[in-house]
């Protein structure tokens, strides 16, 4: 009895600590999200989607992005911690860090053009859905465009935190208590942003603000393709979470489309 009544206690106060984070670390006005009524106009991102197509002439960037040697073994993620993250999977969930299919396909890349594009395209106006379902982020790994909304979700019947970092600086901390509407955030800045969640800690995901509309992110084979990119000269980063970036050089030429492959090295 005295047990189950120090673990509510705990719960508690836990509940409260995440709540205070979420009123004061919310930010500058500029990076806090805002609660949103219902559920709006949304675009889902799937690992590899493509990104908004932009105007035509000019062709298709595919590769395929590999992880060479033997892949780490990933651990199942350990959800006894929260019975509701628990009972929600019948079957093990790997740690996704480094998901790799049997052709050493690296998955969760994200791809995009970082120099060289000139015009400015229009912003999309679906948002791009960040859900927390199982006590997993779905998608793990996504970008949206630059002034493009994000919208976050709580499917769980628990307790979640979104806590954003853009490197070591918090971008926002919202704590999203079961059955809340979803919140809405709005980037100002392009850049790599991480996830994560304090009341799970094996919660996290990652996201590219894209400075313009030419990016992937690769799917469970590794591969992608950035669509419609207009001729010209530029330069394509590959980013993942454990193995870093990598940049290369390549010219498209209208109605050719391009390929560009990576390759990471396990172990590096
Ligand atoms: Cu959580």
Redesign the pocket.
Known sequence: MKHIHRSILTVLFSTFIVAGMGLSLSCSAEDAPTATGAPAATGTQQPAAAAPAAAGGGASITGSIKLEGTPPKMKPLQFSADPVCATAHSSPVLNQEVTVDANGGLQYVIVNITEGVTEKAPTPTTSVVLD?SG?VYTPHAFALYDGQKLEIKNSDKTL??VHCYRGTQTCFNRAMFQGMAPISHEFKESGIVKFK?D??PW?TAYALIAPNPYYAVTGSDGSFTIADVPPGTYKVRAWHEKYGEQTQDITVTAGQPVSLDFSYQAGS
């Open positions: 927390q006590c979640h935190n969640c009341v799970h919660m």
